[in-house]
């Protein structure tokens, strides 16, 4: 079936700009994760949601990152004022449902690039 | 987030030998244990998980978890060229699965 999928799948912003990031979970999936990747690191969480609930959002890095998955299915990333340090790929994954047992799934990311 | 650690890389393996990979992890109270596979330029791919202590095989991967250590290894026996990638271990707390840096595995044919 169809994996996780990202749009775009790079964005090229100048720094102070707005950006959104959408997330299309696996079909079924109820829970769904948003982390960032620097170069050399591993995957850093930001946010994940159970339905349309953010049920953690405590890796968001500052008020400028916001999240929302207003029908429990896709999810938008938005960031304001975007700056150089916001730099990455943003990876969204999805699992069947939350609880220790179930696998997380990545999407193939979105390369952020602030100039 | 919770601390976890990898062995540093890269590693480099000749084709058909055993690639070991080890990882530590500070959370005492994790209980789902992740290895996921990245190529270069790609998205990270999960290649097992594992929740009890012991060892869990799935063709030429085998993981090993010892909670009493906090240690999760994976092991590659066979190793071929398409293993090359760089392999993330990931521990879940809360849900959320925290990161090592991953190490660079290269075999070399």
């Known amino acids: 079936g169809a994996g996780v999928s990202q749009t775009p799948s790079n964005k090229v912003t100048e720094k102070g700009k707005y950006v959104e990031l959408r997330c299309d979970p696996i079909?079924?999936?109820?829970?769904l994760y948003w982390y960032r990747q620097s170069l050399g690191q591993g995957p850093e969480f930001l946010i994940y949601f159970q339905g349309t609930g953010a049920a953690d959002d405590s890796g968001l890095p500052n008020d400028r990152f916001f999240a929302v998955r207003p029908e429990g299915s896709v999810s938008t990333l938005k960031i304001q004022r975007t700056e150089r340090g916001d730099s990455a790929v943003y990876l969204c994954?999805?699992?069947?449902?939350?609880?220790?047992?179930?696998?997380?799934?990545f999407g193939p990311g979105t390369r952020l690039t602030v100039t | 987030q919770k601390e976890v650690e990898q062995n540093s890389g890269p590693l480099s393996v000749p084709e058909g030998a055993i690639a070991s990979l080890n990882c530590t992890y500070s959370d005492r109270v994790s209980q789902s244990f992740f290895w996921y596979r990245q190529y270069s330029g790609k998205s990270p791919e999960l290649i097992m998980s594992i929740y009890s202590n012991g060892d869990k095989e799935d063709g030429r991967f085998t993981a090993q978890l010892n909670k009493a250590s906090q240690y999760v290894s994976l092991l590659i026996r066979d190793s071929q060229p398409s293993d090359s990638a760089t392999y993330l271990c990931?521990?879940?707390?809360?849900?959320?699965?925290?990161f090592g840096a991953g190490t660079t595995v290269t075999v070399r044919a």
């Open positions: 994954a999805s699992s069947l449902n939350l609880g220790q047992a179930y696998e997380q799934y």
């Open positions: 079909s079924g999936h109820t829970a």
């Open positions: 990931a521990v879940k707390s809360d849900y959320k699965l925290s």
